[in-house]
């Protein structure tokens, strides 16, 4: 379980605009990103706060000096014409795109500092995130290896859409998974 010093709470897109090199960093950290990747993240991440739907979470944790970020998602109406989506949508089979694309949300990021994984935190930031959503599911892609974060996804009904996706700009494979909102309804 979580410790009690630390909470999740949504934040406000401004907070989230002035906070992104922090959280960034995180995902650096969390990917296995170096800085140029990190540093070349942050122009879309501003655009990213920009699109209908958009919802921040954070992860606080206290500390000496105060609370720090420890863990950070965000995510928006996935749209025809945004990079993700358009390349998911070839990715996927026509059936399967119909099926999930329309009003579906994106949870374009969910991230951990390493050094507070597996404490909880993901699964609370995951249910923060798209608790009360509007929309029928929510999307992600994942790099497609036994991760800690591809084991949250499926122990929270995320299912396979795609495998073995590659996305242009990083080598790893990815798998695209879905879930019906609210988690833990009937993804079939």
């Not at 401004?14 to 960093?25: G, N, Q, V």
């Not at 650096?28 to 655009?47: C, H, N, T």
């Not at 965000?74 to 993700?84: I, K, N």
């Not at 073995?164 to 990083?170: C, I, K, S, V």
Request: glycine share 12%; charged share 20%; with cysteine.
């Amino acid at each position: 379980m979580t410790a009690p010093t630390t909470r999740v709470t949504e934040l406000p897109t401004p907070w989230m605009r002035e906070h992104l090199h922090e959280a960034l960093a995180i995902y650096g950290l969390a990917m296995g990103y170096g800085d140029s990747v990190v540093a070349g993240r942050y122009g879309y991440a501003v655009q990213h706060t920009e699109r209908q739907g958009f919802r921040a979470v954070g992860a606080f944790a206290e500390g000496p000096d105060g609370e720090t970020l420890v863990g950070f998602g965000y995510g928006y109406l996935v749209a025809p014409g945004q990079w993700w989506h358009d390349q998911v949508k070839h990715a996927l089979d026509r059936r399967t795109a119909k099926r999930w694309l329309p009003g579906g949300f994106e949870v374009c990021e969910l991230h951990v500092h390493p050094a507070h994984q597996s404490q909880g935190l993901g699964r609370q930031l995951l249910h923060a995130l798209v608790h009360d959503l509007p929309h029928p599911a929510a999307l992600l892609s994942t790099p497609d290896a036994d991760t800690k974060a591809f084991r949250l996804y499926r122990a929270d009904g995320f299912v396979d859409l795609a495998r073995n996706h590659h996305f242009p700009g990083d080598a790893r494979p990815f798998a695209i998974l879905g879930a019906s909102l609210p988690l833990g309804s009937s993804s079939e």
